[in-house]
């Protein structure tokens, strides 16, 4: 079964505005990640924020982790039309290493 | 950063007939890879680890009688899907480590 659940499932924005997703698990991780998928291609890592993390920037990305709640945000600042896709959290388990458990996704639709 | 590489990235094939696809680490060594499936609209499934020199371990569900995976060196690992049928059709990743996670590309199988 899939470990984590993401909302929204779908989100449109402009150009310039940030977007906002989020990604909750259900059991110990070591670690959290974040990949963008454009449609029909393959994954794109984000970025990884390890479990006693609580916050990590990449560029125009912005990653927290409340391992409390079991939850992580990705936020996209000043998004672009070439965003557009579809965004995953995958958590590596602690009993389990390597093997990814992914979220439902977030299609993101930046227009113009 | 590493590259993963599959071939081919897409392959269509006749119900009844199998269908090798393999995923390479090309510019490192691999003893564990990771076999994924999406569908369409959805996210990725964990289908098994493939372990160079030994057995395959597949997750719940995933039958290991027609998802064949062979791991016959430190770079490739090939996962045989035999006797497909049109609910096999699918997009297959496949993942190695190398320090961290990285992905291939992916095989787009369509099965008619």
């Known amino acids: 079964s899939q470990q984590g659940e993401e909302d929204p499932q779908a989100l449109s924005i402009q150009e310039g505005e940030n977007a906002t997703m989020n990604c909750s698990y259900k059991?110990?991780?070591?670690?959290l990640q974040w990949y963008r998928q454009n449609s029909g291609r393959g994954l794109v890592h984000l970025i990884l924020i390890r479990s006693n993390e609580r916050e990590k920037h990449s560029g125009r990305l912005r990653v927290t982790l409340d391992t409390s709640k079991k939850s992580s945000s990705l936020l996209i600042t000043a998004s672009r039309a070439a965003d557009t896709a579809s965004y995953f959290c995958?958590?590596?388990?602690?009993?389990?290493?390597?093997?990814?458990?992914f979220g439902a996704g977030t299609q993101v639709v930046v227009t113009p | 950063g590493a590259v993963v590489s599959q071939h081919p990235s897409w392959v269509i094939c006749k119900s009844g007939t199998s269908v090798k696809i393999e995923c390479r680490s090309l510019?490192?060594?691999?003893?564990?890879m990771f076999w994924y499936r999406q569908f369409p609209k959805q996210s990725l499934m964990l289908m098994a680890t493939s372990n160079e020199g030994s057995k395959a371990t597949y997750e719940q569900g995933v039958e290991k009688d027609k998802f064949l995976i062979n791991h016959a060196s430190l770079t490739l690992s090939t996962l045989t899907v035999t006797s497909a049928h049109p609910e096999d059709s699918s997009f297959y990743i496949c993942s190695a480590i190398n320090n961290e996670q990285y992905f291939g590309p992916g095989t787009r199988l369509t099965v008619t």
């Open positions: 995958a958590t590596d388990l602690t009993d389990s290493w390597g093997k990814l458990q």
């Open positions: 059991t110990s991780i070591n670690n």
């Open positions: 510019d490192f060594q691999a003893t564990t």
